[in-house]
């Protein structure tokens, strides 16, 4: 057991971090907690790419530039997997993305409701709901 | 490249990258500009572009020639990004271009109507985004890009939805519902991807084809297709994960609505079918048990449960979505069944939901516009006042339900006959039982609609409905009927797409 969960060490930490930003967005009625939460949940997901992406004694996959030139460079050595690095970039961009229209949402949605809590969004709309007549 | 072509040879070498690029370069400009106007000019302008890019390339795709392959940037697959159409995704991207013409031609008067002045430029900057990232969906043929085109068309979407705030605030509460949705489902995808490449080491959707077929009962592969089903589900509104449609359907502008339920969660459901039949296989034991145990399942249940929730809507837009909800069931049911046949009649209600739900939410745009309304018993009387519009709405209705001589009964006709192929007489009985649950709350608003005298001293007309709504709605009404009655067009179209979801994986 204690063998498998320490080859496994990376994973068990990611699905720790997933669980707990899942269930941060489940579990809050504050619409702030909740994007902080869809946040961690990103972040591991980054964070599984980054971890797959590792060869164990690897070096970054960046050319040395008078090796290059002088055409040394060793055929032998080993680096890590440059790709999933770049994907995670992108998918970082389109997280900061998604982060900066929930909380302009957040902003608009306090300034037309007065609150960022869930139950009172609820109630306001329900009001409102029988104000008007179902 | 084959007959049919219309283009010049320089502009259709490069028609599957210039059909997202355009919209999405046209963008910028538009969010530039002061007046709503010219923005909408540029909008018209993209759309119309790709549209005819778009007949292009369905008319390169045709029959049995080959599916066009668009390496970006000289950067040969599977390295590079790859774009790529057959006759699959052919059909959609028709199927998109020409609802964002007609949806556009509706959006003139209606963004006047419900948009502030100085935010309408920004209104069809966010639009010509969404729109280049739903082609893009379309296109491409890399399972990365398709997150990342996923996530364009999906960030827009929020602020679109957002929009509605002026008329009603709860756009804000369900944009934002929305959001965190769409964002897990997002996240799922990309896990699932991550799975693929981990198993694979490559994201070429092609390439990943030929390496997933010597991969059977691999759990790693396994796991990444249940994740890649569950993300894109919930971008597709599949049963238990459409919690975020019926509010952000109801409290968006009428233009957001028209276009998202004709395209957003059809292109979702082109993603499922591109990698449940393409990138991965039927054959793989587990991808069929998955159809067969859990979507068929769930797709019942959504047809079922969501007419049921439709009946009780005093809202018709939310009536509406929930009904799309529905209608989502009768697509993946098509999936569900599992054979060529049955993938063909999902391809093909997805294109002919696309034509019912364009027409019913354009002409409840045309009722909001003239008279502000939108319960169901505020529509009492409305037949006689505003005539042309109420029967555009009955046509949409009746192809809802799936009556003789409409879309909604060919689609439905080779969606049984495909489920008894199989000899699954349940599915038959549930897409009967769903059918007269359609017949029930139809009714509910056509009978108020007609039937029900206005009533005295009921809302005046603040406008007459502007030609430029009357135009696009009987275009699309008129659709419904007349490849009603001459299905052969769009059922060719849905059993090429069929059969390039079924082939077209295995050789390069």
């Known amino acids: 057991m204690v063998e498998v969960l320490a080859e496994r060490f990376n994973y068990a930490v990611i699905i720790i971090l997933m669980m707990v930003g899942l269930y941060a967005v489940i579990a809050t009625g504050n619409l702030v907690k909740r994007l902080v939460g869809l946040s961690i949940f990103q972040t591991s997901v980054f964070l599984l790419y980054i971890s797959m992406s590792k060869v164990f004694g690897g070096a970054p996959p960046i050319f040395d530039y008078k090796e290059m030139a002088y055409d040394k460079l060793d055929p032998n050595a080993i680096y890590s997997n440059p790709l999933p690095h770049v994907l995670i970039l992108t998918a970082i961009v389109v997280g900061v993305a998604t982060l900066s229209v929930g909380l302009a949402l957040v902003v608009r949605i306090r300034e037309a409701y007065g609150s960022i809590e869930d139950d009172t969004l609820a109630e306001a709309d329900y009001s409102l709901e029988l104000e008007k007549g179902v | ?508």
């Open chain 2, 1 to 508: 490249m084959t007959v049919g072509q219309f283009l010049p040879a320089a502009l259709a070498a490069h028609a599957p990258v210039l059909l997202v690029a355009i919209p999405l370069i046209l963008s910028a400009p538009a969010a530039a500009l002061k007046s709503g106007r010219t923005a909408w000019g540029l909008a018209m302008a993209g759309s119309v572009a790709a549209f005819l890019f778009a007949i292009e390339l369905f008319l390169a795709t045709r029959g049995d020639a080959p599916g066009i392959s668009y390496a970006l940037g000289n950067w040969e697959p599977p390295v590079g990004i790859e774009f790529r159409v057959d006759g699959l995704n052919a059909a959609l991207l028709l199927l998109l271009t020409a609802s964002a013409v007609l949806a556009l031609l509706f959006a003139l008067p209606s963004v006047e109507d419900e948009i502030d002045k100085d935010k309408r430029s920004l209104f069809y900057s966010a639009f010509l985004v969404v729109f280049a990232g739903l082609a893009g969906v379309a296109t491409t043929g890399d399972a990365f890009n398709l997150f990342v085109f996923l996530e364009i068309s999906s960030i827009p979407t929020y602020a679109l939805i957002a929009m509605g705030a002026g008329q009603d605030r709860r756009a804000l509460t369900s944009s934002f519902n929305y959001l965190v949705m769409g964002t897990i489902g997002a996240t799922f995808f990309v896990i699932g991807v991550g799975f693929l490449y981990m198993a694979t080491g490559t994201l070429n959707m092609a390439d990943l084809a030929a390496r997933l077929s010597e991969l059977h009962g691999n759990r790693v592969v396994e796991i990444g297709f249940a994740f890649i089903l569950v993300g894109l589900g919930l971008k597709a509104a599949l049963f238990p994960l459409h919690l975020w449609l019926p509010g952000a359907y109801a409290y968006a502008p009428s233009f957001v609505t028209t276009f998202l339920a004709a395209t957003a969660t059809k292109v979702a459901f082109y993603g499922i079918i591109r990698f449940s039949f393409d990138v991965f296989s039927v054959e793989n034991g587990f991808v069929l048990n998955s159809f067969t145990y859990v979507i068929t399942p769930l797709a019942i249940a959504g047809m079922i449960i969501a007419s049921a929730q439709a009946l009780f809507q005093s809202d018709v837009r939310r009536l509406l979505a929930y009904s799309s909800v529905a209608q989502v069931g009768y697509m993946m049911l098509g999936l569900g069944i599992g054979t060529q046949a049955g993938v063909a009649a999902g391809v093909l209600h997805l294109i002919n939901h696309a034509m019912m739900k364009g027409a019913l939410f354009m002409a409840l745009g045309a009722f909001a516009i003239s008279y502000g309304v939108r319960r169901i018993e505020n529509f009492k009387g409305l037949g006689q006042a505003l005539p042309v519009t109420s029967a555009a709405f009955t046509l949409g209705a009746l192809s809802l339900i799936g009556v003789p001589f409409t879309v909604g009964f060919v689609s439905k006709f080779y969606l049984i006959q495909a489920a008894l192929q199989k000899g699954w007489a349940f599915a038959v009985v549930a897409i009967l039982i769903s059918s007269v649950l359609a017949v029930f709350y139809c009714y509910r608003v056509l009978v108020n609609l007609w039937v029900a005298p206005r009533p005295d001293g009921a809302s005046r007309s603040v406008q007459r409905v502007p030609y430029m709504i009357l135009g696009p709605l009987l275009v699309l009404a008129l659709m419904n009927l007349v490849f009603g009655v001459y299905a052969e067009p769009i059922v060719n179209m849905a059993e090429t797409a069929a059969a390039a979801a079924f082939n077209a994986g295995v050789a390069p």
